[in-house]
């Protein structure tokens, strides 16, 4: 029986993808704080983890630091695992989801939205229109997300893929973030997060 660690997303996709694997006939493990107690049994076996991050850890969005930040983080762990995994023939598998219908973007425009009306003067007068039409294009973005069902089922494609890749989006949105981010200058990402958001 082929073993999968999915961590990083404990609902939505996660969740989602974790039924289909299961109904497949794999085992599956869930969240970070298990996937140490499970690298004996991935070793043994020469399992696969695929880490659910997001395209924003690759390509990181204008006022979203925080957020991006932590998904870059999930990143470099996946580069440091991967390497360390790789004598036990443990595929670790980055996949970055582009624009989703979960709730968490949801969670996540409620927050942003407060954050615009509790903007004091000083900040308005110095960000408030940048970061309002940030605001409107991000959820413009986010309902044109793909379903949690069809996200799960390119994961399962993802991790039925041999070799296993070492990172993958998820969306074409996704895919297209991340050849970006490998081309572009820093000059260019700049240039085009500020055209992606209206921002010029």
Do not use: C, H
Request: aromatic share 6%; no cysteine.
């Amino acid at each position: 029986m082929k073993r999968v660690a999915i961590t990083g997303a404990s609902q939505g996709l996660g969740a989602q993808a974790a039924k289909l694997f299961a109904e497949k006939g794999y085992q599956v493990f869930g969240n970070l704080r298990v996937l140490k107690s499970f690298l004996p049994l991935l070793r043994k076996t020469k399992g696969q983890i695929l880490q659910i991050g997001s395209v924003s850890g690759i390509l990181p969005v204008p006022y979203n630091g925080v957020s991006s930040a932590s998904k870059a983080t999930m990143e470099a762990f996946a580069d440091v695992l991967r390497t360390e995994l790789r004598p036990f023939e443990v595929d670790f598998v980055m996949v970055a989801p582009g624009n989703m219908l979960t709730a968490g973007p949801g969670k996540t425009i409620a927050k942003v939205d407060k954050l615009l009306t509790d903007l004091t003067p000083e900040q308005r007068d110095l960000y408030g229109r940048e970061f309002g039409i940030f605001v409107e294009k991000f959820k413009k973005m986010q309902s044109e997300g793909m379903s949690v069902e069809d996200a799960a089922a390119r994961l399962i494609e993802i991790a039925e893929e041999t070799p296993a890749p070492i990172r993958a989006g998820i969306g074409d949105d996704a895919e297209q973030m991340i050849g970006i981010a490998k081309q572009k200058s820093d000059e260019e990402l700049d240039m085009m997060r500020r055209q992606m958001f209206n921002l010029n």
